[in-house]
């Protein structure tokens, strides 16, 4: 058995690209960018007025000029056409390009208006007032956004500001996905007392929505050691292929030994962490295999710790940075092992869910993030901080 930072160390040695290639801009988001992006002109790429107003010249306002005349008004979108000289003013919108002339924009809530004069009504001016100045936020050539950057709303904004309407990012991982068991049956089966349904294949499901990614095929077998290493060759065809149950110790567990007969080179069996110790994870040429436990919320925390992982290692993603925030409750445990727990994040601290135990059916409904209690941590006090994954 290996430490959970042992384990994520190994899944890094695997890591593989699986190719870029080029999608719309209407479907960019939440993948990643497979080169830099630099700007291909100035932004703002003119001087932008940031207020409705007037535009007018600084040095008539150093004069103590107050009452100017409006020779023209500057929409958005639009040029002026007429030069002004002392005493005289451009009325702009926001967004309009401010007029070569001037360097000023006055607020249309600090002047006001009679018979054609328009006087200003504030005493306190600077240069460029108002005035988004051409290249303050990139200059032509200057590096955008960095290859290997999730693109999230605020970066197709940017992108289709720079007229991309096609991007070049990393390929995604193809997944294959098996549950297991003789116990396990599908949403239309009639169930019995002894039986459960097989919610591991919605929570994998979603689990790889949230990543953006679609399962290729997803299939269930039952306990039957032919049937499991006929089917789990056949998905031997992905970048990642993901089982759930049949990993553990028991008589029907067969999963570990099939795949060591197909070829599959073992990288771990068995990590220090709790839920979901018997993890299995290894690599049969192109394709990560990781059997995860057939307990719903072993499965779901072993999906976030080490498939999760994998899957953003392979795009380029940099490893998380780890946030830490303070309990609202104190914790003991009884395990030598990293512990992992379900918690909600209010008001800046993590709150308790009650559970009980790892087999509870409700402890991925209540939870907004995990947090770990260290192997060495026996009591967690009120207040101290713990690491959210």
Known sequence: MISFKEARDLIVTKVAFCGTEEVSLEDAFGRVLANDIFAPRDFPPFNRSAMDGIAVRFEDLEKGISNFKCVETVFAGSSFSKEIHAGQCYKIMTGAAVPSFTNVVIRVEDTSEADGNIKIVADEFKLYQNIALQGQDLKKGELAIAKHTEITAGIVGLLASMGKSQVQVQKMPSVNIITTGNEVLELDQEISPIHIYNSNKYVLKSLLQQNHLKATSCIHVKDDRFALKQEINRCLNTDVLILTGGVSAGEADFIPAILEELGVKKLFYKVAIKPGKPVWCGKRGETMVFAL??????????????????IKACLGLKPDTF??????FERIKKSTLDEFFPVNIKNGRLTQIAINGSGDVRLGMSANTLAMQKADDKRVERGS????Y
Do not use: A, Q, R
Not at 296 to 308: A, Y
Not at 323 to 328: C, K, N
Not at 385 to 388: A, P, R
């Open 385 to 388: 901080f713990c690491s959210l």
């Open 293 to 310: 436990p057939g307990n719903p919320f072993s499965c779901m925390v072993t999906f976030k710790l080490f498939v999760e992982f994998y």
């Open 323 to 328: 946030e830490s925030l303070p309990l609202d």
